[in-house]
């Protein structure tokens, strides 16, 4: 009872704690404008599907695609289990679900094939991270905690697996012996495989037993409470940021309402605007002036870096990465988040996305290509981030390259970009 006591109170205490930080992330998405992502919805649903679930855009390169796969596939499976330990620990059972017979049989054998994938998939991510070195995953935005972070997942995933399948084993053995209430239940195509390994003794295979229970399901509580600090959040948020894609062509960028209206105005004198928010800025400095489409975007990121790799501005040595840009709109959104928990307000701190977090040189560096959006595999848009900064940077404080300023006079002046006059364009056709 007392066992049971103590597992109730964790998990309560878990769930309790991952609400609290949820909340503070969904209040932190919420500071962005709003945007209308509410449209064909059967279309938004199959993108999810496609895209989320069925890890379409992974297969692009198909090993990390198949590994990641397994950790999926495991991750989502395996922890149907979850159901069962939680029933076992509140009523002190033992592999409740059993009466199922065969088709239990079938589910413990497939949750210990996914396992050994899981386990085999980690070890070669950690092997491609920290060994084979993959460029795209030891950048410079990826040093210190970003890379820990990753390798702290990785081993947590490993660690767990490992205890899911020594639990089983001794489980088994335990079944073997007929010892106290361990009823023959389930089938151990890979775990079966560790007992010549384990002790003889029932009393101390009880006790692996129940201490690779207890760290597993502890360790998925805890596993659960670190998402909100990792970048593993993506396990969660993946699949609704998918479902608000933007559905236009890619290559359609968005309009500003206020200046829209200024040229319908212009155009068209009996055409009245409507009043215009004066607090509103003109594209985006900060973080608040984002959409909360693209604050999801941030905290989706998964740091693949795929975006990174195909960019064609990172790949001629500019400054640029997208993953970058993405990574540090949450790391400021979560700065700015928690200046309003603490202050009850924003209280200006002297930063912005624009200078502090992202230099100007990343920004027009960009050949707004949508390489990063096609590459995502989970929809993000970092392009509209940067259109945005660059929108306030042009339109806010009139700073831009000489060449943009160029192409912006020449436009007003002679209705194309070229410096050439309207009624000269044509005289290439003449020489000889």
Same mark, same amino acid.
């Given at each position: 009872m007392i066992g049971q006591l103590i597992f109730a109170v964790c998990c309560v205490g878990a769930l309790?704690?991952?609400s609290k930080n949820a909340r503070q992330i969904y209040s932190n998405i919420k500071l962005g404008r709003s945007v209308d992502r509410s449209d064909n919805p059967s279309k938004r649903w199959k993108t999810m599907l496609l895209v989320a679930f069925g890890q379409k855009k992974m297969f692009k390169r198909i090993v990390p695609a198949l590994l990641h796969l397994f950790v999926y596939l495991g991750f989502v499976i395996i922890n149907i289990e979850m159901l069962e330990i939680i029933i076992d620990g509140l009523l002190g059972t033992h592999r409740i679900f059993s009466f199922l017979g065969g088709f239990y049989n079938f589910l413990i054998g497939s949750f210990e094939w996914l396992a050994l994938g899981v386990l085999v998939s980690c070890l070669v991510f950690l092997i491609r991270r920290n060994i084979v070195k993959v460029p795209r995953l030891n950048s410079k935005e990826l040093q210190q905690w970003p890379k820990t972070d990753a390798n702290i997942i990785l081993v947590i995933e490993i660690l767990l697996m490992s205890a899911f399948l020594l639990m089983n084993a001794s489980d088994l053995k335990l079944q073997l012996y007929g010892f106290e209430h361990f009823k023959s239940a389930g089938s151990f195509p890979v775990s079966q495989h560790l007992l010549p390994y384990l002790s003889t003794s029932t009393e101390t295979l009880y006790l692996i037993e129940r201490f690779c229970w207890w760290f597993h399901i502890l360790g998925v509580l805890a596993f659960l409470n670190y998402l909100p600090y990792s970048k593993h959040l993506h396990i969660v948020l993946a699949f609704p940021n998918t479902y608000?894609?933007?559905l236009a062509p890619k290559g359609k960028l968005s309009n500003m309402a206020a200046v829209t209206n200024e040229v319908k105005a212009m155009l068209d004198p009996s055409f009245t605007p409507p009043a215009a928010d004066a607090n509103a800025r003109f594209g985006a400095k900060d973080v608040q002036d984002l959409t909360w489409k693209s604050?999801? #975007?941030?905290?989706?990121?998964?740091?693949?870096?795929r975006c990174t790799s195909a960019c064609p501005a990172n790949m001629t040595g500019k400054l640029l990465s997208p993953r970058k840009i993405?990574?540090?709109?949450? #790391?400021?959104?979560t700065e700015v988040g928690n200046n309003i928990k603490i202050n009850g307000s924003f209280q200006e701190d002297g930063k912005s996305l624009i200078d502090t977090y992202i230099s100007r040189e990343e920004l027009w560096a960009c050949t707004s290509c949508n390489?990063?959006?096609?590459?995502?595999?989970?929809?993000?848009n970092p392009? #509209?981030?940067?259109?945005?900064l660059r929108r306030y940077a042009v339109m806010e404080e009139s700073q831009?390259?000489?060449?943009?300023?160029?192409?912006?006079g020449n436009i007003e002046n002679n209705g194309a970009?070229?410096?050439?006059?309207?009624m000269d364009r044509a005289n290439w056709t003449q020489q000889q």
């Amino acid at each position: 009872m007392i066992g049971q006591l103590i597992f109730a109170v964790c998990c309560v205490g878990a769930l309790l704690l991952f609400s609290k930080n949820a909340r503070q992330i969904y209040s932190n998405i919420k500071l962005g404008r709003s945007v209308d992502r509410s449209d064909n919805p059967s279309k938004r649903w199959k993108t999810m599907l496609l895209v989320a679930f069925g890890q379409k855009k992974m297969f692009k390169r198909i090993v990390p695609a198949l590994l990641h796969l397994f950790v999926y596939l495991g991750f989502v499976i395996i922890n149907i289990e979850m159901l069962e330990i939680i029933i076992d620990g509140l009523l002190g059972t033992h592999r409740i679900f059993s009466f199922l017979g065969g088709f239990y049989n079938f589910l413990i054998g497939s949750f210990e094939w996914l396992a050994l994938g899981v386990l085999v998939s980690c070890l070669v991510f950690l092997i491609r991270r920290n060994i084979v070195k993959v460029p795209r995953l030891n950048s410079k935005e990826l040093q210190q905690w970003p890379k820990t972070d990753a390798n702290i997942i990785l081993v947590i995933e490993i660690l767990l697996m490992s205890a899911f399948l020594l639990m089983n084993a001794s489980d088994l053995k335990l079944q073997l012996y007929g010892f106290e209430h361990f009823k023959s239940a389930g089938s151990f195509p890979v775990s079966q495989h560790l007992l010549p390994y384990l002790s003889t003794s029932t009393e101390t295979l009880y006790l692996i037993e129940r201490f690779c229970w207890w760290f597993h399901i502890l360790g998925v509580l805890a596993f659960l409470n670190y998402l909100p600090y990792s970048k593993h959040l993506h396990i969660v948020l993946a699949f609704p940021n998918t479902y608000f894609s933007n559905l236009a062509p890619k290559g359609k960028l968005s309009n500003m309402a206020a200046v829209t209206n200024e040229v319908k105005a212009m155009l068209d004198p009996s055409f009245t605007p409507p009043a215009a928010d004066a607090n509103a800025r003109f594209g985006a400095k900060d973080v608040q002036d984002l959409t909360w489409k693209s604050l999801l #975007d941030a905290y989706t990121c998964t740091e693949c870096g795929r975006c990174t790799s195909a960019c064609p501005a990172n790949m001629t040595g500019k400054l640029l990465s997208p993953r970058k840009i993405m990574m540090v709109t949450r #790391d400021r959104l979560t700065e700015v988040g928690n200046n309003i928990k603490i202050n009850g307000s924003f209280q200006e701190d002297g930063k912005s996305l624009i200078d502090t977090y992202i230099s100007r040189e990343e920004l027009w560096a960009c050949t707004s290509c949508n390489a990063c959006v096609e590459q995502c595999p989970v929809n993000i848009n970092p392009l #509209d981030i940067i259109v945005e900064l660059r929108r306030y940077a042009v339109m806010e404080e009139s700073q831009a390259p000489a060449s943009i300023n160029n192409m912006f006079g020449n436009i007003e002046n002679n209705g194309a970009p070229w410096k050439y006059a309207q009624m000269d364009r044509a005289n290439w056709t003449q020489q000889q």
